[in-house]
């Protein structure tokens, strides 16, 4: 199971669970509209292993969180 999270400045952080197959750069596109007005400090893709003791592992993702940036800054206004 892979999830991405987002951390945003002043705000409780936010995921976004992947559909089976959907790429994490379409899963940002697809997501950014619903975050205009927030602020991205930084974004970790989330994955499962049994092997640790919190059973998930945060892997930062610079490259996710200049692409939501990108996103948020081209989003029209409504």
Do not use: N, W
Not at 4 to 28: C, F, N, Q, W, Y
Not at 40 to 65: G, I, K, M, N
């Amino acid at each position: 199971m892979r999830r991405l999270v987002i951390e945003l400045k002043d705000h409780p952080k936010r995921s976004i669970t992947l559909m089976s197959g959907e790429r994490m750069d379409a899963a940002i596109r697809k997501y950014a509209p619903h975050l205009r007005g927030l602020e991205p400090v930084q974004v970790f893709v989330q994955e499962y292993d049994p092997r640790l003791s919190t059973r998930f592992r945060y892997t930062p993702a610079p490259q996710l969180l200049e692409l939501l940036r990108r996103e948020l800054r081209q989003a029209p206004a409504a």
